[in-house]
Nanobody, 126 residues
Framework: QVQLVESGGGLVQAGGSLRLSCAAS????????MGWFRQAPGKEREFVAS????????YYADSVKGRFTISRDNAKNTVYLEMNSLKPEDTAVYYC???????????????????WGQGTQVTVSS
């Protein structure tokens, strides 16, 4: 069992920045490709970004490319999402995801995700 706990969400003005963190339990963090998804009210869950086991590859949704950066620190069992130039349409609950033996690409669909966090709310005001 792996527990994922997100933090760093909050209220920010359009154009502002936030840094989300996802802390994972266990001793096998490097076995997991990691990702971030989000879900806005009334909408389906949407892929945001992913990163391979040793951070050699990353993948981003077109909607966030150039604005968001995913990174990880395996020594700290933590994955991060730096969000810049935030827009009101970025408002959503953001979820951390872990895909054992996965890659940045396999995370994208969500089908092979083994563990999900509880989510953290990000609200961008205009």
């Amino acid at each position: 069992q792996v527990q994922l706990v997100e933090s760093g969400g909050g209220l920010v003005q359009a154009g502002g920045s936030l840094r989300l963190s996802c802390a994972a339990s266990g001793r096998t963090f490097s076995e997991y490709a990691m990702g971030w998804f989000r879900q806005a009210p009334g909408k389906e869950r949407e892929f945001v970004a992913s990163i391979s086991r040793y951070a050699g590859s990353t993948y981003y949704a077109d909607s966030v490319k150039g604005r968001f950066t995913i990174s990880r620190d395996n020594a700290k069992n933590t994955v991060y999402l730096e969000m810049n130039s935030l827009k009101p349409e970025d408002t959503a609950v953001y979820y951390c995801a872990a895909d054992r033996w996965g890659s940045a690409v396999t995370v994208v669909s969500g089908a092979s995700v083994d563990y999900w966090g509880q989510g953290t709310q990000v609200t961008v005001s205009s």
